[in-house]
């Protein structure tokens, strides 16, 4: 089954601290995507990858960075972690083929507290 | 610039009513897809429906179909026969095909069931 598995499902740092949230998947599927979730504000993009070592801002990128190593690896980086970065964070993945609709998949989510 | 918008914050609906759930949707691109998430309070996201630009035809899935209206950029998920278990988040996102897959999300619309 497909399964994308995100590191912890809750976290708690202090401000100022670097702090990695890390996701794998196992489906070989070329593009990742980190997503923080707010209530009333959805679920908006940070930061993608199609492709390892290749990333795209997303819409709200600052104050965080990426990593993408390997394939199956996508981690996001709070470089120096804030309280208005408390959040949900998810991630995704999804395949780039022919048949275009194919959905994503997420992971459980992180629930980041920054103190 | 993509955007999603779902101007539905909260709504009602009675078991075994049909209820609409809108989004719209702003992009300069031709080639496009668009998808309807599900997200009980669980958390996980759950993969509705799929619609891509060039489609002639509303998608359907079981009670899910979607009524797509290209010229007028929306993309309305239409929920036939309401259970009590469709009480959730409804997301409607976008994906565009160039540049890497990215795909953003609209801000969500909760749905409440009522028995």
Redesign the interface.
């Known amino acids: 089954d497909v399964k994308v598995t995100q590191s912890s499902r809750y976290l708690v740092k202090r401000t100022g601290e670097k702090v990695f949230l890390e996701c794998v998947q196992d489906m070989d599927h070329e593009n990742m995507f980190w997503y923080r979730q707010d209530p009333g504000l959805g679920l908006r993009l940070i930061y993608f990858s199609y492709d390892v070592k290749m990333k795209e801002k997303g819409d709200i990128p600052e104050g965080y960075s990426v990593s993408r190593e390997k394939k199956e690896r996508f981690s996001l980086i709070l470089e120096s972690a804030s309280t208005n970065q408390t959040s949900m964070y998810l991630c995704a993945s999804s395949p780039t083929s022919t048949t275009s609709n194919q959905p994503q998949h997420f992971g459980d989510g992180t629930r980041l507290s920054i103190l | 610039a993509q955007k ?1 918008t ?1 101007t539905q ?1 909260g709504m009602f609906v009675q078991e075994k009513e049909a209820v609409t759930l809108d989004c719209t949707y702003d992009t300069s691109d031709q080639s496009y ?1 668009l ?1 309807w ?1 599900k997200q009980p309070s669980s ?3 759950i ?1 509705l429906i ?1 619609q ?1 630009s060039y489609d002639e035809q509303n998608a359907t899935e079981g009670r899910y179909s979607l009524n797509f209206q290209k010229a007028r950029k929306s993309a309305n998920l239409v929920i036939s026969a309401s259970q009590l278990g469709d009480s959730a988040m409804y ?1 409607c ?1 976008m ?1 565009r ?1 160039t ?10 619309t909760r749905l409440f069931v009522k028995a």
């Open positions: 999603i779902q914050p897809g998808f998430y958390g996980e996201m993969f799929y891509g997301f996102a994906r095909y540049g890497g897959f990215k795909t953003i999300f609209g801000a969500g």
